[in-house]
């Protein structure tokens, strides 16, 4: 059946925004281990639960939008895996059974170092102009919603930590270099 | 399609399976008019249209992993032929459950599906007449389901041979090449 061209087009238009937010499903499949850690092993399901879904939002809507915002998104995944499972191994190797002060500092420590391994990358990698500013917004968020499941642990006191350490771990990287050319 | 557009193809489908919505236009003016004249090449008018609808549909909805490494051009007519092929087992499958294609309902002849046929039939001859005789003489043997004159194997290959034949007769003499 013939139809007009502007019909077909919205039509494929369609299709295309469809096939990005499938698209996006392989990278929400990383998170889901993730989740599932956070829940077993933390101990606060309702708050592993709420930033997992906050986490899959911001991968689904970055992965849909694409270009900066996608790859940002892939970045911070790998920037949050510190803070992810530092927190984890010190609770259950170094302080079995009590309480845990190790916990809120593992989670500083893996966020900043988390933070500058993403301002590094963002600085030799990603061009400046409008594209760097979504790239780090979006792998900004996305690492510090996977720190979270990890510091969830720790309580709030470790995840405002951690996302002070992914910060202050990324802004300096990001802005010394930039001072010094 | 030449160098310069096959090369801009490249470019938007790369840009667009990145995210970049502003590549779509260019992309569907590009695409458009190349899977309708692809999907015309292999089947009737009607079927052609709807087949090379759904060749561009499925195009864009897979346009967001589309492998820029990937030529573009092979990877959106590998979806159109596709496309064709599932449309022609469809109308295969028509036929088989004997849905009717030349008689109306009251079971005599639509006359313009008649005149249509008599006019396939027409411009098959036409084209074997511009083949050379045994070429034509083993499509008709083909046709016929006669006995074939040598062995198997020679004789298939013989038919394969004749037919790409014809196909490039039928093409050359109905101005699509």
């Known amino acids: 059946m013939a139809v007009s061209e502007a019909v077909l087009s919205a039509r494929a238009r369609r299709a295309y925004e469809r096939g990005r937010l499938l698209s996006a499903l392989p990278t929400v499949a990383l998170a889901v281990p993730m989740v599932g850690l956070s829940v077993v092993l933390c101990d606060r399901p309702t708050a592993s639960m709420g930033c997992g879904l906050a986490l899959v939002a911001v991968l689904v809507a970055a992965s849909w939008r694409g270009r900066p915002y996608a790859r940002g998104a892939r970045a911070g995944l790998v920037a949050g895996l510190g803070p992810l499972l530092l927190p984890m191994a010190t609770c259950f190797h170094l302080c079995m059974g009590g309480v845990c002060l190790l916990a809120p500092t593992a989670c500083v420590v893996a966020a900043l170092l988390g933070g500058a391994a993403l301002g590094l990358y963002a600085r030799h990698r990603i061009p400046g102009g409008p594209d760097a500013g979504g790239y780090l917004m979006a792998a900004i968020a996305v690492a510090a919603l996977v720190g979270s499941l990890g510091c969830v642990i720790a309580g709030v006191s470790g995840i405002v930590g951690m996302v002070v350490g992914l910060a202050l771990g990324t802004v300096p990287v990001l802005w010394w270099p930039a001072r010094a050319s | ?177």
């Open chain 2, 1 to 177: 399609m030449d160098r310069a557009r096959r090369e801009a193809l490249q470019g938007d489908l790369a840009r667009l399976a990145d995210g970049d919505r502003d590549a779509f236009h260019p992309v569907f003016v590009c695409l458009w008019p190349l899977l309708r004249g692809f999907a015309s090449r292999y089947l009737p008018a009607g079927d052609a249209e709807d087949a090379a609808q759904e060749a561009l549909v499925k195009v864009f909805a897979r346009a967001a992993v589309f492998d820029a490494r990937r030529d573009a051009l092979h990877w959106t007519l590998g979806i159109a032929a596709y496309e064709i092929k599932t449309v022609r087992r469809r109308r295969q499958r028509r036929r088989e459950d004997g849905e009717p294609c030349v008689e109306t309902g009251d079971g005599r002849a639509d006359p313009e599906a008649l005149a249509m046929a008599r006019e396939r039939e027409q411009a098959v001859e036409a084209a074997l007449a511009l083949l050379e005789p045994t070429d034509a003489a083993t499509l008709r043997a083909y046709a016929a389901g006669d006995p074939p004159p040598l062995s198997g194997a020679t004789f298939r290959k013989r038919v394969q041979r004749a037919l790409a034949r014809l196909r490039l007769a039928w093409r050359i003499d109905h101005g699509r090449q």
